[in-house]
């Protein structure tokens, strides 16, 4: 469900309301199913037709393939899935991986691996 629950988190975001339809799917992460999002669209006070077209229309579909295709080139093959990384100082724009952290793990794993 993982492709169609971030499709509507940019649907959601559409109308300023991303990170918030975010934060109802991961608290309700174990249950929730992508085609039963009425009750979260009603709570955020989105235009429901607006999402609904939006979901339908698939406009994001192939942003959240290529996400998901590009991760798995990197060793990503489930959520969530991070890296930490540096700023090469010769280049700034440019950030190197130094870990990669695949899982749910607590917060003192990412705490430990940060280095300030």
């Not at 930490?84 to 691996?113: C, H």
Request: aromatic letters at 6%; a positive charge; hydrophobic letters at 40%.
């Amino acid at each position: 469900n993982a492709a169609k629950l971030s499709e509507a988190v940019l649907c959601a975001g559409d109308q300023n309301k991303g990170w918030e339809m975010h934060d109802r799917i991961f608290k309700a992460a174990k249950s929730l199913d992508p085609n039963k999002l009425s009750k979260d669209v009603k709570a955020l006070k989105l235009n429901a037709k607006e999402f609904d077209d939006c979901m339908k229309s698939a406009k994001y579909a192939a942003k959240i393939n290529a996400s998901i295709e590009e991760g798995g080139k990197l060793g990503i093959n489930g959520t969530p899935g991070f890296f930490l990384g540096k700023t090469d100082m010769k280049d700034p724009g440019k950030i190197m991986a130094i870990e990669k952290i695949v899982g749910a793990v607590p917060f003192a794993k990412f705490k430990e691996s940060v280095r300030i």
